[in-house]
């Protein structure tokens, strides 16, 4: 079982680690997270009148 979890995270790793080919794919990627995050926070936080922001500064690689 404990095989089978490190290979399957090896593999996870592997697409992961393939899908940014460089430094600046990976500031993209994340990037593109943390806009997604913001979205989903900013709509939970409008449901609730709350105004507070989720702190997440996200700069863009160059």
Do not use: R, Y
């Not at 993209?28 to 943390?34: A, S, T």
């Amino acid at each position: 079982m404990k095989q089978l979890l490190k290979i399957c995270a090896a593999m996870v790793m592997m697409f992961t680690l393939s899908a940014c080919n460089t430094i600046a794919g990976l500031g993209q990627d994340l990037q593109n997270l943390g806009s997604v995050v913001d979205k989903n926070t900013s709509k939970k936080s409008d449901s609730n009148n709350d105004a507070s922001n989720s702190g997440v500064v996200v700069t863009p690689v160059k």
